[in-house]
């Protein structure tokens, strides 16, 4: 009987009595498979336009501990290249686990997937950790649960659908967006914000689907400070306005 090889990593399973002489060969071949698949790293180029199926051989074939195993049986995966259109990576139909890294340029998606399975798109310029339990491809990073931070820097978009409880500062260096237009509170009536520091300040109820609870009509205005006056603009009709302002006497 010849041997056999795991699902998995594909480590050679002798059958006893065989392989007398070159055994110790096969064995050490095991012991670099399971370096590789510990340790190991591997750039793959994935360049183009056309799909990739990556590298998977038997552990024979894992002659130096010293090199990289074939691509499948490595811990970690750096793909590269430029795409030139969205493309699927595959690894093997089994159980298994990376860190990834698409190191790629083109304005393209990846996706990493098993054979025949269901993958997970790897944002361009990202680490990540994924594992598969055969036919479907999971991000670990995507649902983490609860997160405890001392500092936080994103360099890109930071989508929430959820509560954020921050203790510190929060420095943005772009714009703070909600997700719907006119459908979220900044604070509410039982938690106010102490103090409102702005520039100008936009005032519009266009988008809601009835005005003022006053005269029943919608606006568009902009307050902005002069240097002994504060003015409304009205940004639908382009008039002007200056808010009459009452000096406190005594005050200086």
Do not use: C
Not at 13 to 36: C, I, K, M, P
Not at 128 to 133: A, K, N, Q
Not at 188 to 217: F, I, P, R
């Amino acid at each position: 009987m010849p041997s056999s090889y795991t699902s998995r990593l594909k480590l050679e399973r002798q059958v006893s009595g065989e392989n007398s002489g070159t055994w110790g060969n096969l064995v050490n071949y095991v012991f670099n498979r399971l370096d590789a698949s510990v340790k190991g790293y591997q750039a793959v180029a994935v360049g183009g336009n056309a799909n990739v199926t990556l590298t998977s051989n038997n552990s024979t074939s894992n002659t130096d501990d010293d090199a990289t195993d074939d691509q499948v049986h490595n811990a970690v995966l750096e793909f590269t290249g430029t795409l030139t259109a969205n493309i699927h990576v595959f690894t093997d139909a089994v159980e298994t686990k990376y860190t990834v890294f698409n190191n790629t340029s083109g304005d393209f998606t990846l996706d990493f997937a098993p054979t025949g399975g269901t993958g997970v798109e790897i944002k361009q310029g990202t680490r990540t950790l994924v594992y598969t339990d055969g036919s479907t491809m999971f991000d670990v990073l995507a649902n983490v649960g609860d997160i405890n931070v001392t500092s936080l820097v994103s360099s890109g978009d930071v989508t929430t659908t959820g509560n954020v409880a921050v203790t510190g500062e929060i420095t943005v260096t772009g714009n703070v967006i909600p997700g719907t237009n006119d459908s979220f509170d900044l604070g509410s009536q039982s938690a106010v914000w102490q103090n409102l520091y702005t520039g100008d300040l936009h005032l519009s109820n266009e988008a809601k689907n009835q005005g003022n609870v006053v005269d029943g009509t919608k606006g568009n205005w902009t307050l902005q400070e002069g240097k002994d006056d504060i003015f409304m603009l009205n940004n639908i009709s382009g008039e002007k306005f200056k808010i009459n302002l009452s000096k406190i006497e005594g005050d200086s």
